[in-house]
């Protein structure tokens, strides 16, 4: 049974970085059969993707439009999790973020238990 | 504005059936799949229907999903008080990746 715990600051400073990161239990960050996706939750933007990242002979990436210039997700095999970076952080980005193992064809499951993450001077 | 949308409240008493719509465009539900997540208060959003139509192991036979064309539905047959919560839908958009409706509501009256 797969598992996400996601661990990582509640309190971020605005120009900043949000970084959040998610173990894995009971698969692999390298599995050439799932994603491993961020997303987070807002009351002003509703429920949204923001990125994966991927292994498949080489390690893939993909970034909502929204937040394309600000993500970065990568891997780290050692410790078998993933992490989210946003950069640049304002008040807008205040949420409950999420980590999520899969593909959009299989949905996304399990879910980790969420963040919620204050973006406050 | 989600690029999907969705009602934002539907309600029914228990036993009875409600179905919640998802609308899209070419570009999302129109070329791709269709997923719905069950989302209640305080705990991380739950799968309840992948690719369209089909449930994960574990979720009740009363739930159902279906796509026609650029919009999907969600069914909840036989209301059940636990129901009660928020439902998204959500597909894979050409040039936005990841989208998702705005929610749905579902009260038990």
């Known amino acids: 049974q797969v598992q996400l715990q996601q661990s990582g600051p509640g309190l971020v400073k605005p120009s900043q970085t949000l970084s959040l990161t998610c173990a894995i239990s009971g698969d692999s960050v390298s599995s050439n059969s799932a994603a491993w996706n961020w997303i987070r939750q807002s009351p002003s933007r509703g429920l949204e993707w923001l990125g994966r990242t991927y292994y498949g002979s080489k390690w893939y990436y993909d970034y909502a439009v929204s937040v394309k210039s600000r993500i970065t997700v990568n891997a780290d095999t050692s410790k078998n999790q993933f992490s989210l970076h946003l950069n640049s952080v304002t008040p807008e980005d205040t949420g409950v973020y999420y980590c999520?193992?899969?593909?959009?064809?299989?949905?996304?499951?399990?879910w980790g238990q969420g963040t919620l993450v204050t973006v406050s001077s | 504005q989600s690029v999907l949308t969705q009602p934002p409240s539907a309600s029914g008493t228990p036993g009875q059936r409600v179905t919640i719509s998802c609308s899209g465009s070419s570009s999302n539900i129109g070329s791709r799949t269709v997923n719905w997540y069950q989302h209640l208060p305080g705990t991380a959003p739950k799968l309840l229907i992948y690719g369209n139509d089909q449930r994960p192991s574990g979720v009740p036979d009363r739930f159902s999903g279906s796509k026609s064309g650029t919009s999907a539905s969600l069914a909840i047959s036989g209301l059940q008080p636990e129901d009660e919560a928020d439902y998204y839908c959500e597909a894979w958009d050409d040039s936005l990746n990841g989208v998702f409706g705005g929610g749905t509501k579902v009260t038990v009256l």
């Open positions: 999520a193992r899969g593909t959009h064809a299989n949905g996304w499951s399990p």
